[in-house]
């Protein structure tokens, strides 16, 4: 093996023996084998990986045209970076090449196309269309997934031109795909948690209140009432990222520091918000208000927001919360329930202000863009980024006759 490139810059062969081992979405390398062959799909036993490889939008090819060596084979990342495998047994290469292209074909049915692509520039859109007028190789093995060959169309075409060749063949691959309603249908993709319509979610789980939901707020529970500034400070981003990456897959394990995944679902641990790694409890509240934040449907639905408005601007305090609780009320069970859930805590982060100094103006400020989101971009911002804080404090404060 050698990696002939790192995010983009071209590095200088060395070739090494290595021993590889395919776990799952990933391919990870170790500098020595194992005493004795590996017990389970997570690599060699008491053997530390050298480094790894995520396959997921990775590109396959021959490496014939990067190497003067026989039987190699070419693996570029999405990060860019480029790796040559190589085998002095073309059976071998032969095996390895089948198990990469299922894999990564696997992979590209999981991932949305334009969920791949929406990072690309044109070298990357380039990328794609490199070889498409070229004629198809002969042997079985040298079919790429992608063509990574040296030569490029742009080469051949003006730059407008084949920027509209580019765009057009992405959208016929685009329209190629098939609903997302017959992939999830044939168990090819799996919904996920994070974006997910709530009330999918929640038929999903069996339960009208998200188990994600109930596993932050139990965790912020446990230990971060007295924090100071609990909702109001950000977690790392990154950390945040992570665990929504693993709440989504539902399956991710830890290795060199990357996350593998079993072919066989039940082999993942049950999520465990007091583990170390999620010791910083601002990461768990900052992955709870992400998962709010990120519901196709805000949590109060956009057509009650004029009603919660207008009740907001009632001056008589009795007919105001009437009609607030009427219009929570009119809810659907998943939100009205969910929406309880999160507040009722709220209440209880309230009651250790004296430590955590988050009153509920506090938590409104922070809470009430998300729980109030309009459909669509308002024209008076700030008329917007008032009111729903309103509508949160005065909930909060009011918990208990508007939640009875």
């Known amino acids: 093996m050698t990696k002939i490139a790192q995010g983009g810059r071209k590095l200088r062969k060395n070739w090494g023996p290595s021993w590889v081992v395919l776990a799952g979405n990933s391919l990870v390398f170790y500098r020595e084998p194992p005493p004795t062959a590996p017990s389970s799909g997570w690599g060699p036993p008491g053997s530390r990986p050298e480094s790894s490889v995520d396959l997921r939008g990775a590109a396959l090819a021959h490496g014939r045209h990067l190497s003067s060596r026989r039987n190699v084979l070419h693996i570029r990342t999405v990060p860019g970076h480029e790796f040559l495998l190589q085998s002095d047994q073309e059976t071998e290469l032969r095996a390895w090449h089948g198990a990469l292209r299922a894999v990564i074909e696997r992979l590209d049915r999981e991932n949305p196309l334009e969920l791949r692509l929406s990072g690309s520039g044109p070298a990357e859109l380039a990328e794609l269309s490199a070889g498409e007028d070229e004629e198809e190789e ?104 992570k665990l929504r990456f693993l709440v989504d897959r539902e399956r991710a394990v830890t290795s060199d520091g990357r996350y593998l995944f079993p072919e066989q679902p039940g082999q993942e641990g049950r999520l465990d918000l007091d583990s170390a790694e999620w010791d910083d409890i601002h990461v768990v509240t900052g992955a709870l208000k992400l998962f709010l934040r990120e519901l196709p449907q805000p949590l109060v639905p956009p057509l009650l927001l004029p009603h919660f408005r207008a009740a907001l601007a009632l001056s008589e305090s009795e007919q105001c919360l009437s009609q607030i609780q009427e219009l929570i009320g009119s809810m659907p069970k998943p939100n009205h329930d969910t929406l309880r ?3 009722e805590h709220l209440c209880r982060v309230i009651a250790h202000s004296d430590k955590n100094r988050m009153t509920p103006h506090n938590l409104g400020i922070v809470f009430g863009p998300t729980l109030f989101r309009p459909e669509q971009e308002t024209s008076d911002p700030a008329a917007h980024a008032l009111y729903p804080g309103q509508l949160v404090q005065l909930m909060l404060t009011n918990f208990t006759s508007l939640f009875p």
Do not use: H, W
């Open 341 to 343: 859930y999160l507040l």
């Open 138 to 241: 002969s042997e079985t093995v040298s079919k790429p997934l992608l063509r990574l060959s040296g030569r490029r169309s742009s080469s051949r075409l003006p730059e407008g031109a084949e920027q509209n060749r580019v765009r057009n063949k992405l959208k016929r691959l685009i329209a190629k795909r098939p609903p997302l309603q017959s992939l999830q249908e044939r168990g090819l993709l799996r919904d996920q948690v994070f974006g997910c319509q709530l009330e999918s979610l929640c038929q999903r789980e069996g339960d009208t209140v998200p188990s994600f939901v109930r596993l932050c707020i139990a965790a912020v529970d446990k230990r971060g009432l007295d924090v100071d500034g609990i909702y109001r400070v950000s977690g790392n981003l990154a950390v945040v990222q």
